[in-house]
């Protein structure tokens, strides 16, 4: 790690990054001085809102954040999720963005680090290696999200469910493991999914009857979340119209 820190204060530019998985933009922001103290967001608190000033770029130390955007006639949708190790608001970069396009709301208790667009613009003139991160980072955020609106287009409700709850885990690319998330309400869920909050309890019960989640007992309020979830989203079987019978069942 010394060598590492010793190459990004001197500025080096000689060794190419070949493998994104492996860089640490925490450790790399850390070395231009860009992380320092943590802005702590609890769950619900806004974070920015949507035709706010856009100067700055957010980088998640911890937590989930809820992105929304809401129309010229108030109709409110939720366009994904982000969580720890990414970056929130990165569209402020291009220059030609001087207000937030979206509304950012905490998931979860959140630790954020506040980076002004002009020191990040300054790291990414100065290191290719960074601006090679950045690029595969923005790229990779679009086809998420790309992935998530097909997602929200073609798949069942309760695929979708199975989906954000991975999402909201860390398992989205993992079939094994568990995570933990804070409860979240059936409404706040219906709201993401698009469905309504007794469809949400329904398929909320059967994942429970499956094995795939799990309800923390005692005051922790969180609710477990297993890697077999996925098989869920997988599943070519599960129907909407099923689904639907079996609940007026």
Known sequence: MATVHNRLVNHSTEVPLTNFEAFEPAAFL?????IRNSQI?????TVFYQGDPADC???????????TVVSAEGKEAVLGLVGTGEFLGEACIAGKVSRRITTAVALTNCA???????ALLNVIRREPQFLDFFLAFVVGRNLRMQQELIAHRFNTSEKRLARVLLLLAGLAESTEGQGEISRISHEE??????????????????FRKQGHV???????????????????????????MCSASLDAG
């Open 112 to 118: 954020l680090v506040r980076i002004p667009r002009s």
């Open 214 to 240: 799990v309800y923390g007992g005692g005051s922790r309020g969180v609710v477990q979340i297993r890697g077999s979830l996925s098989r869920v989203v997988m599943d070519d079987s599960h129907c909407d």
């Open 30 to 34: 850390a070395a231009y001085g860009l």
């Open 41 to 45: 967001f609890r769950a619900e608190d």
């Open 189 to 206: 869920l219906a709201e993401m999914v698009g469905t309504t909050s007794s469809r949400i309890s329904f398929f909320m019960n059967r």
């Open 57 to 67: 770029v957010f980088f998640i130390q911890r937590g989930t954040i809820k992105l």
